[in-house]
Every structure is written in structure tokens, then in C-alpha cells.
């Protein structure tokens, strides 16, 4: 069974632009959740989506969004980025079945110059 | 709010030896989870253990165990026989039984593992 999927895995932008990462869930997951990882505030989750709806949502600013299509793929989108958004963006899969187990993806690693 | 907190941010060991990673939180949570993640250098996360608050005895899982103790709100990981492979960043995490896909994580600690 493949794993959790995301793309890119790198990506370089500059200030004021915005992105839109990537994620695949492991097949039958329908629990798709983002966390950011800096250095600084080491990891810190954003949402979680389950069919198509958020669920949970973090102490993240408006410019952190995202959405979840019906086959379980998430996107997520930082708008008007900001020097410190450079961070390691990790998303997570899971069954809804409450075993509280997370498959995370390797990450997408953003620059902002 | 939940918080994780991990107060040894590095650690080291020998091959072959046992140490043990400190954790402890903070909740008023009755129904939870507690895990260990593992971060090797530039790879991706994978669970190591997992306790439910509910159970009274300790995960274990091969050479990885916990030291679960729900009134101290404290928990250890113990790596016995430590391997090259088990080199990587550490991260203790609480999940609220009923918030699925949140994690609260611990700052983390890296652990090298010396030959």
C-alpha cells in the first residue's frame, strides 16, 4: 500500500506570493491533517479534514487555508507569504476508526526569500 | 489547553545500551493517547509507540517501551539495546481521544546513538 504522498517536496517562493502544497492520503484514509515544523516553534498543527470537511483547525492566521476533495486529497494554501512560513509543512493521514495512529508524508519544504 | 513538554533535548547513547527519553503533559483530559515518533534525519516520521490513557500497562513494542504514569501525567520512552538506526529526533505527542488527527507535540529530542 503506498504512503502518504506530497508535492513538491521542495520549493522556493519570495514574499508576498503564495503556494499550494500537496497531499495524497494512504489508500482508505479519509482523516487528511497539516502540521508546520520550524526550528524556532518546532511542530504545530494547522487542520485536519475528514470527507471533505474541517474539523480542526489550529492557531494559524487567515492565509493558512485548505480543503479536502472527495477521493481524500488535501490542499493546502499560505497566501501573501511571509519570511516566516520557511518551515517544513508535514501532512498526515488517518483511518477514522479511533486508533489515533498518524502516517505522515515526508514533508514539503518551503523557502520564502 | 493540552501541552507536551520534553525537557532533554539531546541525548546520546552507546550501541547496544538502554536509555530512556523523558516526557510529560499537562491536561484535564480524561481520554487520550500518548505517542513516541521517530524523526530520522531528512525522513519522514514514523509512530514508535503508542499508549492508551484507559490502559493500566506499559506498550511495548521489540526494544521500545513506556513507563506510562497517568497521575504524574509523565511519560518515557526506554530504547533497550540501541542501534545506529535508532538515531534521529524524538517527538512525545498528546491526542484527545475525541480530536482525531490533532496532535500536540514536545519540542523533541534528538537522540545520536554512538558506535
Known amino acids: 500500500k503506498a504512503g502518504v504522498t506530497q508535492t513538491p517536496r521542495y520549493l522556493i517562493k519570495t514574499r508576498g506570493q503564495q503556494v499550494t502544497l500537496s497531499c495524497s492520503p494512504i489508500?482508505?484514509?479519509?482523516?487528511v491533517s497539516w502540521y508546520q515544523q520550524t526550528p524556532g516553534q518546532g511542530l504545530q498543527f494547522l487542520f485536519e479534514y475528514f470527507s471533505e470537511t474541517q474539523r480542526n483547525k489550529g492557531n494559524f492566521p487567515g492565509r493558512f487555508s485548505g480543503r479536502q476533495f472527495s477521493n481524500s486529497r488535501s490542499e493546502m494554501n499560505v497566501s501573501t507569504l511571509e519570511l516566516g512560513d520557511s518551515a517544513l509543512y508535514l501532512c498526515?493521514?488517518?483511518?477514522?476508526?479511533?486508533?489515533?495512529?498518524?502516517?505522515f508524508g515526508e514533508g514539503s519544504r518551503l523557502t520564502v526569500l | 489547553a493540552q501541552t507536551v513538554t520534553q525537557s532533554q533535548p539531546e541525548m546520546s547513547v552507546q550501541e547496544a545500551e538502554t536509555v530512556t527519553l523523558s516526557c510529560t503533559y499537562d491536561t484535564s483530559e480524561n481520554n487520550y493517547y500518548l505517542f513516541w515518533y521517530k524523526q530520522p534525519p531528512s525522513r519522514q516520521m514514523i509512530l514508535v509507540i503508542r499508549?492508551?490513557?484507559?490502559?493500566?500497562q506499559n506498550a511495548t513494542e521489540n526494544r521500545f517501551s513506556v513507563n506510562f504514569q497517568k497521575a504524574a501525567k509523565s511519560f518515557s520512552l526506554k530504547i533497550s539495546d540501541s542501534q545506529l538506526g535508532d538515531t534521529a529526533m524524538y517527538f512525545c505527542?498528546?491526542?484527545?481521544?475525541?480530536?482525531?488527527?490533532?496532535?500536540?507535540f514536545g519540542q523533541g529530542t534528538t537522540l545520536q546513538v554512538k558506535p
Open positions: 498526515a493521514s488517518s483511518l477514522e476508526v479511533t486508533t489515533g495512529e498518524l502516517f
Open positions: 505527542a498528546f491526542m484527545k481521544m475525541s480530536n482525531t488527527g490533532k496532535l500536540i
Open positions: 489508500s482508505g484514509h479519509r482523516s
Open positions: 499508549q492508551e490513557a484507559y490502559k493500566q
